[in-house]
């Protein structure tokens, strides 16, 4: 079983539709996770982090983690063309030394259409 | 955040040869790492860059194969060696500060190789 699962999609959407993005892990020593955002031919963009369980909000984006199901999601409101991407989830352990670490999941390849 | 610069951003190699990709953060980073992404798969951790000190090499991936250097707190340079097509990736540089920036990892926009 691979330690970050996702689902790589591709999901297309309409303009305005609401994005659920989803992962699942295995590690429950995983503390940290991360949303990043890789646009084609670019590098990945730090687009949400999240501490333990629980919610974050930031304008149109929603992260959520919940460490009992070991299930963390990403929810974008009023999609926008603009937002069309890959969207990589990934996770961590504690600080410090090679808990800095990053484990991926495939990432989802999202496309909004107008 | 930190801002990642990568070099080359891209590149043609012929198999056998090597090339060396270069990193520089605009500043001082505790952490830096490789990263490669295969076409059509997610990132992989290479290594992880130490500061005057050899890298740390996650399973699969070798010194030989993909030398590292960090000589300071803002450079770090990965060699690919011997390409050979199977080595066609792109190559990610990444840095954090730990806690003084949220213990965020910063990506750059990456070296993509292709070897023939």
């Known amino acids: 079983q691979k330690e970050v699962e996702q689902d790589p999609g591709p999901l297309s959407v309409p303009e305005g539709a609401i994005v659920s993005l989803n992962c699942t892990y295995s590690n429950s020593a995983f503390q940290y996770f991360m949303w990043y955002r890789q646009y084609s031919r670019k590098g990945p963009e730090l687009l949400m982090y999240t501490y333990s369980s629980g919610n974050k909000e930031d304008g149109r984006f929603t992260a959520q983690v919940d460490k009992s199901s070991k299930y963390i999601s990403l929810f974008i409101r009023d999609s926008q063309p603009s937002d069309s991407a890959t969207y990589l989830c990934?996770?961590?352990?504690?600080?410090?030394?090679?808990?800095?670490?990053?484990?991926f999941g495939k990432g989802t390849l999202l496309t909004v259409n107008p | 955040s930190a801002v990642i610069s990568q070099k080359p951003s891209r590149d043609i190699c012929q198999r056998g040869t090597s090339l060396t990709i270069q990193c520089q953060v605009d500043?001082?980073?505790?952490?830096m790492f490789w990263y490669r992404q295969q076409p059509g798969q997610s990132l992989t951790l290479i290594a992880t860059a130490n500061q005057g000190s050899e890298a740390t090499y996650e399973s699969g991936f070798v010194i030989d194969k993909f030398p590292i250097s960090r000589p300071n707190l803002t450079f770090s340079t990965l060699t690919v060696s011997n390409m050979s097509p199977e080595d066609s990736s792109i190559y990610l540089c990444?840095?954090?500060?730990?806690?003084?920036?949220?213990?965020?990892?910063?990506f750059g926009e990456g070296s993509w190789l292709t070897v023939v």
């Open positions: 990934a996770t961590r352990g504690q600080s410090g030394g090679s808990n800095y670490k990053l484990t």
């Open positions: 990444s840095a954090g500060q730990g806690a003084i920036s949220g213990n965020t990892i910063y």
């Open positions: 500043s001082q980073v505790t952490m």
